[in-house]
């Protein structure tokens, strides 16, 4: 089923590229970009991601073909490329003709060919311009790069930095993601050169995520200083909303946070339904990729956990909420088809007005 009232009005690369309407992603938020999530986004005429990190292999066959059910238009995957299980995820993904891989770390050169020799577009997910350009030459074919001032794991470079630097350094479509949240950052987005824009906070925030209405709430009461970065969370920085139980842990003693920290490894675990075997096999090729320490790595597997506490459960007290800067710019809790319609009418507003600025 197709429905989108905004025609295609803006042509980038993106959207040659991947066959949607419009220049916007709804980025692979754990958690929440489910299958309702991103079936909206893809009728809406954007590009809808499956965050497949906080699913068994089963779990994330189920929610493509439940997409695909929904939906004929065309929408993606986001995979963890240190994941023990990659290779059989991108089976996955060719077995059921998903038209989109991306990555929230580089991928492995093997992985990148296995899917483009499939006719599966790769976007990886980067930081810095040196793992831009190392992608790029292993043969993905766009690239998305989020600013300091997005949510979940990030940098410290803000987007008005980082985006112009990778623009400048790849000759393949560049997203750009962490701060955006209405046409204005469209219409700023393609005249720094990128292909179209990214958005995790402004999804989340739609009447068609599954986060819980009061969980909604407390994101539409932050203000602009309403996140902050910490390495409490899993040794890397996180940008997450400035609950009480984000600043406990800011605060709190690394003592204090052992046996919770061990209760939520056994959670995950059974969750996952992973072998001890498996578990540590997946940590030690996250370890290798990421460089984090053992007690780094220790941290990292409560994130799903925490983050599982606060945007499926709603519980606050025990949980983490991500969130970009933007949260503190957002009022409303619209459909993905009326966000995109008005992203995209607001983003040709703002391009044309800036075309006016031309001398004939």
Not at 47 to 65: D, P, Y
Not at 139 to 164: K, R, W, Y
Not at 215 to 237: C, E, H, N, S
Not at 291 to 305: D, E, H
Request: aromatic share 4%.
């Amino acid at each position: 089923m197709r429905i989108m009232t905004t025609p295609p009005l803006l042509s980038t690369p993106l959207t040659r590229l991947t066959g949607i309407d419009h220049p916007i992603v709804q980025t692979g938020m754990g958690w929440v970009a489910g299958a309702r999530l991103v079936t909206a986004t893809a009728r809406a005429g954007a590009l809808g991601i499956l965050a497949s990190a906080t699913m068994t292999c089963e779990e994330l066959e189920k929610q493509i073909i439940e997409v695909a059910e929904r939906t004929d238009r065309p929408f993606g995957v986001n995979l963890r490329a240190d994941a023990g299980d990659a290779a059989q995820r991108v089976e996955l993904l060719i077995r059921h003709g998903v038209k989109v891989a991306s990555f929230a770390l580089a991928p492995r050169r093997e992985l990148i060919e296995r899917l483009k020799d499939n006719g599966i577009v790769v976007i990886p997910s980067i930081g810095a311009v040196r793992h831009a350009e190392k992608v790029a030459a292993w043969g993905a074919d766009a690239v998305m790069v989020q600013g300091g001032e997005g949510g979940g794991h990030t940098g410290s470079v803000p987007t008005s930095i980082l985006l112009p630097s990778v623009v400048a350094a790849v000759d393949i479509p560049v997203i750009a993601a962490g701060g955006f949240h209405d046409g204005r950052g469209l219409a700023a987005a393609l005249a720094y050169g990128a292909a179209g824009v990214g958005m995790g906070t402004r999804f989340l925030l739609t009447n068609d995520s599954a986060v819980p209405a009061a969980i909604k709430q407390r994101y539409l009461d932050f203000g602009l200083d309403g996140t902050v970065v910490t390495r409490k969370a899993d040794g890397m920085p996180h940008r997450l909303l400035r609950t009480e139980f984000v600043e406990g842990l800011e605060h709190g003693g690394a003592l204090g946070r052992l046996l919770p920290t061990m209760r939520r490894s056994l959670a995950f675990k059974k969750m996952s339904g992973m072998s001890w075997f498996e578990l540590a096999k997946d940590a030690l090729s996250m370890k290798r990729s990421t460089g984090r320490s053992w007690a780094q790595m220790t941290l990292a597997a409560n994130t799903p956990m925490l983050l599982k506490a606060g945007l499926v459960d709603g519980d606050t007290q025990a949980g983490m909420l991500a969130a970009g800067q933007v949260v503190g710019m957002i009022d409303d809790l619209p459909s993905c088809e009326q966000l995109v319609d008005r992203v995209v009418q607001d983003a040709v507003r703002h391009l044309r007005a800036a075309a006016s600025c031309l001398r004939d």
